[in-house]
């Protein structure tokens, strides 16, 4: 009879998919410190408040008709603005990335990188 490892940090509850896909492949390949790992739960919220937005955005369009004219739509803004976020919470976790996502980008200096487990 074999078991499976247990996860050493389980996903918080309350997130949705993408926010589980975001911290399985985070958790099972790095170590995080707890400080991190709090930043790690901030960036799965996020990437679940954007899918949310996209459902928004997708059902009701990226423009909103309002008194002052026609107008990006509030959740197209929101979801900018979470992007912007995300990207924040993922590069202070300081995560290199594999070969095939840094093609035609400039290498990061970085100073402490993470050990892959």
């Known amino acids: 009879m074999t078991t499976e490892p ?3 940090h389980q ?5 949705r998919a ?3 896909r975001l911290w399985t492949a985070v958790t099972d390949e790095f170590e995080l410190a707890e400080h991190e790992l709090s930043v790690l739960v901030e960036a799965c919220r996020t990437v679940d ?3 949310e937005l996209e459902k ?3 059902a009701e369009g990226v423009t909103n008709v309002s008194p002052q004219g026609v107008r990006a739509h ?3 803004v929101e979801a900018r603005q979470q992007r ?3 990207a924040k919470l993922v590069a202070s976790l300081r995560i290199p990335m594999d070969d095939a996502q840094s093609v035609g980008r400039l290498p990061q200096q970085r100073v402490g990188i993470r ?3």
């Open 6 to 8: 247990t996860p050493i």
């Open 74 to 76: 509030p959740a197209l």
């Open 11 to 15: 996903a918080p509850r309350g997130l």
């Open 49 to 51: 408040a954007l899918a």
């Open 18 to 20: 993408g926010g589980k």
């Open 56 to 58: 928004i955005i997708r």
């Open 84 to 86: 912007v976020t995300l």
């Open 115 to 117: 050990a892959v487990k």
